[in-house]
T-cell receptor, first 114, second 116 residues
Framework: SAVISQKPSRDICQRGTSLTIQCQVD?????MFWYRQQPGQSLTLIAT?????????ESGFVIDKFPISRPNLTFSTLTVSNMSPEDSSIYLC???????????FGSGTQLSVL | AQSVAQPEDQVNVAEGNPLTVKCTYS??????LFWYVQYPNRGLQFLLK??????LVKGSYGFEAEFNKSQTSFHLKKPSALVSDSALYFC??????????????FGKGTHLIIQP
């Protein structure tokens, strides 16, 4: 099984600034995804991180707000841009193993925007 | 489109009693079904999955789940609850026809509280 390291684990940011979250997998995964978990809510898929090309965004999420990179099979970043208090949430990185069956999750980044 | 319903926000069970956390799903193709558990301030941990084969699947920490195609359900069960089982449980589904290209769709989660 893959181990996913995510950092920072938490941050407190000012309105209007940007934060980049890093996700490192200890082995190759086929797909990588970014999820958001708002307080008291379930997980919502933000986008699929595609290696070497633009991410595929879900409805309601756009590249200008959540730019994503995936330069290789084991690393991805998510930036939360021009933050507002509504962006306060837990952001989770996940990877799909080569058996295309099970998602592995990082421990998440808890973001608070003041 | 795929969806998951967890009808209970919270389930309370006395320690030692059997527990059930309910989940129903909707997909257009064959369902890939999962249960994850989230402990406070931690990421999601995989419990078990159903892809194909036996309808009763066994997973981590003594949990099991039964796939029922006619009722489109995938309820999580454990014969004897432990206080340490108290956590937030998520059911998730992916359409098997998606070939792995789609992320999971999660239910809203069920808080499981085991009382000593």
């Amino acid at each position: 099984s893959a181990v996913i390291s995510q950092k920072p684990s938490r941050d407190i940011c000012q309105r209007g600034t940007s934060l980049t979250i890093q996700c490192q997998v200890d082995s190759q995964v086929t797909m990588m995804f970014w999820y958001r978990q708002q307080p008291g809510q379930s997980l919502t898929l933000i986008a699929t991180a595609n290696q070497g090309s633009e991410a595929t965004y879900e409805s309601g999420f756009v590249i200008d707000k959540f730019p994503i990179s995936r330069p290789n099979l084991t690393f991805s970043t998510l930036t939360v841009s021009n933050m507002s208090p509504e962006d306060s949430s837990i952001y989770l990185c996940s990877g799909l193993g080569f058996a295309n069956e099970k998602l592995f999750f990082g421990s998440g980044t808890q973001l608070s925007v003041l | 489109a795929q969806s998951v319903a967890q009808p209970e926000d919270q389930v309370n069970v006395a320690e030692g009693n059997p527990l059930t956390v309910k989940c129903t799903y909707s997909v257009s193709g064959n369902p890939y079904l999962f249960w994850y558990v989230q402990y406070p301030n931690r990421g999601l941990q995989f419990l078990l999955k159903y892809i194909t084969g036996d309808n009763l699947v066994k997973g981590s920490y003594g949990f099991e789940a039964e796939f029922n195609k006619s009722q489109t359900s995938f309820h999580l069960k454990k014969p004897s609850a432990l206080v340490s089982d108290s956590a937030l449980y998520f059911c998730a589904v992916r359409d098997g026809a998606g070939g792995g290209a789609d992320g999971l769709t999660f239910g809203k989660g069920t808080h499981l509280i085991i009382q000593p």
